[in-house]
Nanobody
């Protein structure tokens, strides 16, 4: 599967953005998906994950209550709705596929793959 994230931009603190991650391939609905972010000179950190149906999700504590992950399998797309953005949310955001569904619940970037090109989110104070 190939992934392409989009929707990033420059916003002010308190604003909202919706990121999209478009996937190629016919079996997208089988994939568990995750969003990660990477700030300059920092590791890639977990943000949110969603199971194949969209019913089950989990989040990093730093974004819980502000971000919402969802998906539309008919459109082969997973979304990340980001509200009440903070300067510390500034990063390049990536989507990835959970490589093994038995790892559902992990926050380890090494458990995800097929990283596409990320999208930059910059939040000014």
């Amino acid at each position: 599967v190939q992934l392409q994230a989009s929707g990033g931009g420059l916003v002010q603190a308190g604003d909202s953005l919706r990121l999209s991650c478009a996937a190629s391939g016919r079996t997208f609905s089988n994939y568990f998906m995750g969003w990660f972010r990477q700030a300059p000179e920092k590791e890639r950190d977990f943000v949110a994950a969603i199971n194949w149906s969209g019913i089950s999700t989990y989040y990093a504590d730093a974004v819980k209550g502000r971000f919402t992950v969802s998906r539309d399998n008919a459109k082969n797309t997973v979304y990340l709705e980001m509200n009440s953005l903070k300067p510390e949310d500034t990063a390049v955001y990536y989507c990835g596929v959970l490589l093994a569904s038995t790892n559902w619940g992990t926050r380890n970037a090494a458990a995800f793959g097929s990283w596409g090109q990320g999208t930059l989110v910059t939040v000014s104070s």
